[in-house]
């Protein structure tokens, strides 16, 4: 029979004791089991004692240990804990001999938090107290430092008033600052020399400025200086000294004045309303003895400033040595005779002869212009410009060029011509009263866009092309009864992009081609102008661009049309014109174009 245990702990003494009986009743076969059974008991009643007994024990034992550990690592955490408190003071301490005001402030917060017991206690104190000395120290030498530079820019501007101002702010808060004290001393004696130096300054300026009106005889401004002088300190000697040579100067000059007064009685006796180099020659004289007389040196300058009339023969033989001579704005007189030409004029010159009946300047045929003028304004007057003749080859002479500047034709007649009669290549030519004929190329050329010519009471005559040309941009001007006859081409060409011509009150008779002639984008105006008697057409004008205006013309008695005016020609005004008796037709005008 088995026996049924109630749980998986040992069984007792008293269960043992308890099972017995049943035991022995169910199993009296085996008594040694019973024996055994009890002693398994005990056995393990003395084990689980002695276990029990015994892990008490190592427990107790284990808890000591554990109480002991933590005891030491207490000391130890506290060690450390201090250990670092003193690391940190002591970063701490060198971060405030740097003035590294971040790091002191974390390490020495370190060092408070580390410093449980309160050992480091009073060396904190100690950092605090030197940190808020040093801050104090650093903010007095910063503001030391501050006053030093503004004050340093201050007198480098030499204004040495808001230096000083600025060292006495600095003073009234650090009152025992040795360096303030001593920056002062060294700004104020600055200042002394400054002030020194500048009175010494401007004593030399003054005395300067003295003997510069003095040279100038200014004796008024001289004596306002020396009392000036006076203010500044300067010597009581010194100041009489000068105002008694300036006494002494002034009396001089009144007494020069006096003689130069007689001096100039007596050139006046040369002086005929005229330049007189006679004149001028006694005055530099008596200006070399006086140079600082004005009143001699206004009188030269009212001489030189006249026109010089050089009379030729009187004054000199030759036209070439007469414009050697003479000076910008003089005049050459030119008595009556026969002159040589090709003479070449580079200043402004009147060129004025006693009639163009008397008075003729002749140039050969292959020796150039008669008169070419260059630069300045000019005047050719009352005299005749007479070339050799008809000349053939490609290289002839205009009688007269313009290359330059402004000339004045009034008076003038210009026959036989090389070349063209009067050729305008840049300037501006004022031509009136005058006549050119007999020219062996145009009678007037005017070329290129800096050229114009203006011309009032001109007769053109027996020109053997054009009797008047322009091209390339040139200008024109005809008015007061001006006549272009008997010209082997047309009496007037205007052709090319800016060409310009404005004519009035002016005739083109008996040329053997048109009497007025446009094309190539010309524009041009005709007023009141006569077109009779010409070969050709009266006007013609062709070409893309051309431009007219034609108001009360008279146009007859020409073998071609009177006006004859293609397609593509602009017609800005057509006025009054009187058209008749021309042999082929009057006008041609097939589409009228206007602008």
């Not at 050089?310 to 003089?330: F, M, N, Q, S, Y």
């Not at 006025?575 to 602008?595: A, F, G, H, W």
Request: proline share 2%; charged share 30%; net charge negative.
């Amino acid at each position: 029979m088995k026996i049924q245990s109630k749980s998986s702990q040992s069984p007792s003494a008293e269960e043992c004791s308890d099972l017995e009986p049943q035991v022995a009743e169910s199993d009296r076969d085996f008594p040694i089991r019973r024996g055994v059974a009890r002693w398994i008991c005990l056995i393990l009643l003395v084990a689980i004692a002695g276990g029990a007994g015994y892990f008490y024990l190592s427990q107790k034992r284990v808890i000591r240990e554990i109480e002991k550990q933590r005891a030491q690592n207490r000391q130890n955490l506290e060690e450390r804990r201090a250990s670092d408190a003193k690391d940190s003071l002591a970063v701490a301490q060198q971060a405030l001999e740097s003035a590294d005001w971040p790091l002191f402030e974390k390490r020495l917060k370190r060092a408070k938090a580390l410093d449980a017991g309160g050992v480091l206690t009073k060396d904190i104190l100690i950092l605090e107290q030197l940190k808020a000395r040093t801050e104090t120290l650093e903010k007095k030498q910063e503001t030391i430092s501050a006053t030093f530079r503004q004050a340093r820019a201050y007198s480098q501007k030499h204004e040495y008033e808001a230096a000083e101002n600025l060292y006495t702010k600095a003073l009234q808060q650090y009152p025992q600052s040795a360096e303030l004290k001593e920056a002062k001393a060294i700004l104020l004696e600055e200042h002394k020399a400054y002030l020194k130096k500048e009175k010494e300054r401007k004593i030399s300026e003054s005395i300067q400025t003295i003997e510069l009106h003095i040279e100038n005889h200014k004796w008024k401004e001289a004596r306002q200086l020396v009392g000036r002088l006076r203010d500044l300190g300067a010597e009581e000697k010194a100041q009489q000294e000068t105002l008694a040579r300036i006494k002494q100067l002034e009396e001089l000059e009144k007494e020069q004045q006096r003689e130069a007064i007689v001096l100039m009685e007596s050139i006046r006796q040369l002086d005929h309303g005229e330049y007189s180099p006679e004149a001028i020659e006694q005055l530099d004289k008596q200006i070399k003895m006086l140079p600082r007389m004005q009143a001699l040196l206004d009188y030269r300058e009212e001489i030189y400033q006249r026109t010089w009339i050089l009379k030729i023969p009187e004054d000199v033989e030759t036209l070439a040595e007469a414009l050697e001579l003479c000076r910008e704005g003089d005049q050459i007189s030119l008595a009556a005779g026969t002159y040589s030409g090709n003479i070449r004029v580079e200043k402004g010159i009147i060129l004025r002869g006693r009639s163009r009946e008397e008075v003729i300047v002749v140039n050969h045929a292959d020796a150039g212009p008669a008169l070419s003028f260059h630069i300045g304004e000019s005047t050719l007057e009352n005299l005749t410009i007479q070339g050799s003749g008809i000349h053939t080859s490609e290289h002839g002479y205009a009688g007269v060029t313009l290359a330059g500047g402004r000339l004045h034709m009034k008076g003038v007649t210009v026959s036989g011509a090389s070349g063209h009669g009067v050729a305008v290549q840049s300037g501006e030519l004022v031509m009136e009263d005058s006549e050119i004929t007999d020219s062996s190329w145009n009678g007037l050329a005017v070329y290129g866009e800096k050229s114009k010519a203006s011309l009032k009471n001109v007769s053109i005559e027996l020109s053997c092309q054009h009797g008047i040309e322009v091209w390339r941009g040139g200008g024109l001007t005809m008015s007061g009864e001006s006549r272009v006859e008997s010209s082997a081409g047309a009496g007037l060409v205007l052709q090319g992009l800016g060409s310009r011509g404005q004519v009035m009150s002016s005739g083109f008779h008996k040329n053997r081609q048109s009497g007025v002639a446009l094309s190539g984008g010309a524009v041009v105006q005709l007023s009141r102008c006569q077109m009779k008697g010409n070969l050709y057409s009266g006007l013609t004008a062709e070409g893309e661009g051309t431009k007219v205006s034609l108001t009360r013309l008279e146009v007859s008695e020409n073998q071609q049309a009177g006006i004859w005016l293609e397609k593509n020609v602009i017609v800005d005004e057509y006025r009054d014109c009187q058209v008749e008796n021309n042999e082929l037709l009057q006008v041609y005008m097939p589409q009228r174009k206007s602008q």
